[in-house]
């Protein structure tokens, strides 16, 4: 089963999503930031990770850099998201 890590400081968010995924037939890690998604990742090596742009703490531009610093995860694909309206 593929392992999808989910970043999302937005709780409704982070839960719709794992919703949808686990429903798809995902295994699904969730965090609530950066860093802790740092750690996931560190520990679960998933295959994939869906990370908010804004968020307190460690946002997504930071994470993307600690993860590009990490060998071990600097190859999983990662996509950006936000929940932010556009003007």
């Known amino acids: 089963m593929k392992k999808i890590l989910v970043i999302d400081d937005d709780q ?3 839960e719709n999503t794992t919703e949808f995924l686990v429903l798809s037939g995902y295994e699904v ?3 609530v930031n950066g860093k802790m998604g740092f750690d996931k990742a560190m520990k ?3 295959d994939i990770i869906i990370c908010d742009i804004m968020m307190p703490e ?3 531009v ?3 850099n600690m993860i590009y610093k990490e ?3 600097k ?3 990662l996509i950006f998201m936000s929940g932010a309206a556009m003007p």
């Open 58 to 60: 460690t946002n997504g």
């Open 62 to 64: 930071a994470f993307l």
């Open 29 to 31: 890690i969730t965090a």
């Open 44 to 46: 679960f090596q998933p």
């Open 12 to 14: 409704r968010i982070r």
């Open 75 to 77: 190859d999983i694909p």
């Open 71 to 73: 060998p071990s995860l």
